[in-house]
């Protein structure tokens, strides 16, 4: 009778659940990492126009940018409806031991939406990394113009 009544407690608490939360569960979530060879850009843009940027974000070099596109109504715990335009997304940018840096949610205007990733001239060192070989250079001597003694 318990495992009965547990079972109930259960099902009634997922139907709860998924009449209180609409549109914050989604399974359709992406990663993308930026690297030394590969820094990255990601860019969201409306699939309708001419590439209009909805939002941009540089990945720093050595984090990873995840990007869950969230749809109204929403509570998909299997699978993703590619049908219906995201309405919002999340983003949370992480550095390379996996700890958040960095989060926030965006609104979309409900159309066909494109993520597009662009590659940064490469390489790319991350912020305070001084390359191999260019470590202790003093800097350029200044050559003085030589002094006209003919006046």
């Not at 050595?62 to 049908?83: A, C, K, M, T, W």
């Not at 996996?98 to 662009?118: D, Q, T, V």
Request: charged content about 20%.
């Amino acid at each position: 009778m318990s495992s009965a009544r547990s079972l109930v407690n259960s099902v009634l608490g997922l139907i709860l659940a998924a009449a209180v939360l609409p549109g914050c569960i989604s399974n359709d979530v992406r990663m993308f990492d930026s690297t030394v060879n590969r820094p990255t850009t990601i860019r969201i843009v409306q699939a309708m126009t001419n590439g209009n940027v909805l939002w941009e974000y540089d990945i720093p070099v050595q984090h990873s940018l995840q990007i869950n596109l969230d749809r109204e109504g929403e509570v998909e715990l299997f699978s993703v409806n590619p049908e219906k335009p995201a309405t919002s997304f999340s983003w949370a940018l992480f550095d390379d031991q996996g700890n958040r840096l960095s989060y926030g949610k965006e609104k979309l205007p409900g159309l066909p939406i494109r993520i597009e990733l662009a590659l940064r001239p490469a390489p790319e060192w991350p912020e305070g990394y001084t390359p191999p070989g260019q470590q202790n250079v003093p800097p350029p001597i200044e050559t003085l113009p030589a002094n006209d003694e003919s006046e």
